[in-house]
């Protein structure tokens, strides 16, 4: 686990584009495992702010999302599709059918999770997948449970998730109460893991993820056993953290 500290969110996000844009420069052909949430947003600007400089091409690029809420239309705001769409789709040369996410319209959740972990395989894999980390240690939204969840899947969001995400929409009572996701097992898979966490907030969770016990009660603790895992955290999200870094 290779940790990057940074001065504030400006330099967390430019940092994490440099190593996203080494991944499109290295493979132009790559796949991407993309994350939403407001942490990533600012590496997304700073991606489109060098790919309309000319530096980065993502005509070849392929990207699988980590999650979408269940029964949310792709055309409403909240929606991941629409929220990879604004910050990044629509901004840079992607192909649109080069870009995946589980379709939160679908019902019937166990052929629609069954069908999203054999695309991310059919697609070989992902080479860097990009991670936000909740207040709870989730990652995408596989939340606090008894054991890891290896394959992609329907959860039931937890209060902690729902009370966090309720800014984004007019009231707690619209903030949807299930959500797919890829499971631990399919993040695990990736090459190469990036997390992205910024703020005094994440203080705690960071120093209970990478410097606790491995526990599915910590979904993110798993990082510690990947192999490749880029942290890149400002100063304020590496404040509890029990060494120097
Ligand atoms: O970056 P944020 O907004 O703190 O969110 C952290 C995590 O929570 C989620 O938004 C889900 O609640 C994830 O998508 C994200 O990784």
């Known amino acids: 686990m ?16 440099n190593i996203i844009s080494a991944q499109i420069i290295t493979k132009p052909d790559c796949v991407l495992g993309l994350a939403t949430g407001s942490t990533p947003i600012g590496a997304y600007k700073q991606l ?48 649109p059918e080069n870009t995946h996410l589980p379709d939160g319209t679908k019902e019937d959740a166990k052929a629609e999770c069954e069908a999203y972990e054999a695309l991310v395989e059919s697609l070989g894999g992902t080479d860097l997948q990009l991670l936000g980390l909740g207040h709870n240690g989730h990652i995408g939204f596989n939340e606090p449970a008894a054991e890891f969840p290896k394959t992609t899947h329907c959860v039931d969001l937890q209060e902690s998730t729902i009370e966090a995400n309720k800014r984004f929409f007019a009231s707690a009572d619209e903030v949807p109460r299930q959500a797919y996701t890829m499971g631990i097992g399919t993040i695990m898979q990736a090459k190469q893991i990036l997390v992205v966490v910024s703020g005094e907030d994440k203080a705690e969770i960071v120093a209970k993820a990478f410097f606790g016990p491995v526990t599915p009660e910590v979904p993110a603790s798993i990082l510690q056993l990947h192999r490749n895992v880029i942290i890149v955290a400002d100063e304020a999200a590496l404040s509890k953290v029990p060494k120097k870094i």
Not at 69 to 95: A, C, W
């Open 2 to 17: 290779k940790i990057v500290k940074t001065r504030d969110y400006n330099d967390m996000s430019r940092k994490a584009a």
């Open 48 to 95: 489109v702010e060098w790919y309309e400089k000319g530096d980065l091409d993502f005509s070849e690029v392929k990207t699988v999302n980590l999650d979408e809420y269940k029964g949310l239309p792709r055309t409403n705001d909240q929606s991941y599709y629409y929220f990879m769409h604004e910050n990044l789709f629509d901004k840079v040369n992607i192909n």
